[in-house]
């Protein structure tokens, strides 16, 4: 009688072990009625831990704002919330301002449209030499022009900028942390991962930048009011995170510890596994979801198992370290070794943490595709309540 060994992945404990097993047992009973299922839980005996019960975690109140703690550290938090949702939505503040009254007063004879001049400051902000020093300071001289330019064509831009009678000193500092935003994101993607810019600098722009478009009269954060502050505080507040920090932590500890502890110290699980083959009768299925599946891999690349005769990995990235080289018993360039028997790669696209294998092992893998219909992060871990899963199952089991 076969035998499918469940091996879970990262992170996982019970009780989410036992409900994916009944759930992959349940299955598998409908499918292959005569075949066997067994556990193969190695999360409680080697899964990592806080050994010394979390004190490398920094704990306590801040030190910043001694003169007045509880005023200066909640301006601050305001002030990074707003930051962590400009990084990613430049134009955020500036729509958020844009969804008041609208209030344009009728233009005296031959006077500019409301805007229009402010616009043409924006727009001789490069060639400040204020602005141009702070900006070379930040790392981001490359890209301020255009970043001007885009935020000035945005509808949103030329919506608010009609406005400028009644915002004043709000607008400008909204529309200065536009360009900053902006130009952030673009000096990002050109370097290919995150500009070094700390928040004093970019401040220091954001400054250069509002003095140059006619000064601010209005205090931090003030251009969001305090509304805003509060979306900006529930959407990106980094205080409240640094105070759940421990219990964040420790409820993450888990999914990170133990690819970090595999990657170092990782024969343990591969005996576990190991153990747990030769304490089943018969021929064995390897059903192994993701860090299962690396360990498994590197199981059968470094023994003689005859007994199992499938490998079936699922959401795995055992071709994806293979191919960084990080595979710490399988260089990249080396041959799968003959101990490896027929193997089945399972993946979802939406699944981040899933990488096909046909295309580093050619002839020797077999990737299968199903959609588990879930965002990622849920879409590592849907495959076993997925119907689509268990009739690839169904397609490859013996």
Do not use: K
């Amino acid at each position: 009688m076969t035998t499918l060994l469940f091996v879970h992945g990262t992170g996982v404990r019970q009780p989410a072990y036992g409900a994916a097993f009944d759930r992959f047992a349940e299955q598998i009973a409908v499918i292959r009625p005569m075949h066997a299922v067994a556990r193969c839980y190695w999360g409680g005996v080697h899964g990592s831990r806080l050994n010394a019960a979390g004190i490398s975690i920094p704990s306590g109140e801040s030190h910043r704002g001694l003169d007045d703690p509880l005023l200066a550290a909640a301006d601050e938090d305001a002030e990074v919330a707003l930051w962590g949702l400009l990084e990613r939505d430049p134009l955020f503040e500036l729509r958020l301002l844009s969804a008041g009254d609208e209030t344009v007063e009728e233009l005296p004879p031959n006077a500019l449209p409301p805007g229009q001049e402010l616009a043409a400051a924006a727009r001789r902000l490069p060639a400040s030499a204020a602005v141009a020093s702070r900006a070379v300071t930040a790392g981001l001289d490359g890209v301020l022009l255009d970043t001007v330019e885009a935020i000035l064509a945005n509808t949103a831009s030329t919506y608010i900028l009609r406005q400028e009678p009644a915002l004043g000193g709000t607008l400008r500092t909204a529309l200065a942390r536009a360009f900053v935003a902006e130009a952030l994101l673009r000096a990002d993607e050109q370097l290919g991962g995150a500009l070094p810019l700390d928040g004093a600098h970019r401040d220091q722009l954001v400054d250069a930048i509002v003095a140059e478009l006619g000064g601010s009269d209005r205090g931090i954060g003030s251009s969001v009011g305090r509304f805003g502050l509060n979306i900006a505080l529930r959407l990106g507040a980094t205080r409240p995170l640094e105070r759940r920090r421990s219990a964040i932590t420790e409820a993450s500890a888990p999914a990170a510890g133990d690819v970090l502890m595999y990657l170092a110290r990782g024969e343990p699980i591969r005996n576990f596994i190991a153990e747990a083959i030769t304490t089943v009768d018969g021929p064995v299925v390897l059903v192994a979801h993701s860090l299962g599946g690396i360990a498994s891999v590197e199981l059968l690349a470094t023994r003689a198992l005859p007994a199992v005769e499938l490998l079936v990995t699922v959401g795995s990235q055992a071709p994806f370290l293979y191919e960084l080289n990080a595979l710490p018993t399988l260089a990249f360039g080396a041959e799968l070794p003959g101990t490896v028997p027929r193997w089945v790669n399972i993946f979802d696209r939406r699944d981040l943490l899933a990488n096909t294998g046909a295309g580093v092992f050619p002839g020797r893998i077999e990737d299968r595709e199903v959609d588990n219909g879930a965002p990622f992060p849920r879409s590592h871990s849907a495959y076993f309540g997925n119907r689509r899963f268990y009739a690839v199952l169904d397609e490859v089991l013996p």
